[in-house]
């Protein structure tokens, strides 16, 4: 089993870069896995980490101080949506977008190249940009490479994203993903050209080329020769099959330098980051878990409890007996069922709070199993939790075949071996598993707890068993919106 015994490798032999406005530096790894520090402008990080969406530089529910408090080391901003409301000039003018929203540690903002799929009726693509017409007033705004990081110049955030051309993961059109693949290096050039603040900002190229193994090889190779900071996996997300996703993530995660920090964007099922880690993957970032909170929502270590259920009306137990934060040490299942049902905010910003303490606990505990060179069978324990009657899917085995964890012999037992020291680590309490009922499976499969009842969060669960993200409020299910 990978990973599995023998002395980590000592810090001097492990892979790190060194650029202008960050370094990063591999901590420990475990076979495919690896826990590093990436040292940021604002703020020195840990990977893998989860990053929550403010698509216009807020979290929805949530306030920066409870990010802070919550342990959030990075939020994303979108480009398009701030530059359509408020504007970056007048971001700028107020001190850049970390003080525009009063949050002190990492920032990324997105380049606006996801607006091409979930705005692709609104949209005009050529070599020059791309041209939006404005969902709120028509106004046409033209996105060039060059607009977009002016426009992320002005914002100032410590990571900005390359534009890159981004086609739908399920399109049938192979001369697009062609075209795509190619306009995105030449994008690149224009983006690195454009870029003037070098020393202050970090630009992250994006890695395309689809489910297509070829071209996804072009595209790496293209990247990789520019050495930006860092690299984004792009493209996936978006309804295509599992199994080519996992495909794609093995395939990126192994192409790009392994002293560099690896993004894969729109992820946010943690049951996709658990096996994108296992990869060699370091960030993430998806609205999944606070929007799937609006619907009433939360996640738990054995999957999802629809709040809006019934059978939650006399359920006095916390959301989760192995979190520590401030939703499940004071409320109870019973006294949240009556807020989701009626669609309350204060039973919404509960549930987000909850539901990104969930994801930093989760994070911290992937990073210290790697740490502890225990990862693959935290993967095991994990995949054994959310399947307990062993009928894992394809796309999992195949990721864990990919990352060298082998998952023979799993049975329920296995979810039950002793995982406190992941729990401590991260602030949380020994197992003490509860029935989880009605409970959803975090890559957006049912669970043997699962109850037959509750239609109203089928939004929040995805699009299905093998899609990677949520697709609730009728936008696509890539995170970058």
Known sequence: MAGAGGPAPALTDLPSSSSPALKFQVLAQCGRARASRMTLPHYVCETPMFMPVGTQGSVKGLTSRQLEELGCQVILGNTYHLENRPGSE??????????????????????????????????????????????????????????????????????????????????????RFEEATHRTTRWIDRCIAAHSRPHEQNLFAIVQGGLDERLREISLRGLV????????IGGLAGGEDKRSFVKVVSQCTAGLPAGKPRYVMGIGYPLDIVICSALGADMYDSVYPTRTARFGVALVPDGMLKLKNSAYARDYRPLDEECGCMVCRRYTRAFLHPLAAKGLAFAANLITYHNIAYMMRLSAQIRQAIKEQRYPEFVRQYVARQFPRGDVPDWVRDGCHLAGISLDGLTADTAASPATAAASAAGGHAPARAAAVGAVGLDGSRSAAADAGGSEAAAASGPGVGSSSSAADGQQPDGRG
């Open 225 to 232: 020769e520019r050495d930006t900071p860092g690299y984004a």
């Open 90 to 175: 007048l971001v700028s003018e107020m001190g850049g977008l970390h003080s525009f929203i009063n949050w002190p540690r990492g920032m990324l903002t997105d380049s606006g190249g996801f607006q091409m799929v979930s705005l692709l009726h609104l949209a005009d693509i050529n070599e020059e940009g791309v041209t939006f017409q404005s969902p709120t007033d028509g106004k046409r705004m033209l996105l060039t490479p060059e607009h977009s990081i002016q426009v992320q110049n002005r914002l100032g955030a410590d990571i900005i994203m390359a534009l890159d051309d981004v086609v739908p993961s399920t399109a049938a059109d192979a001369a």
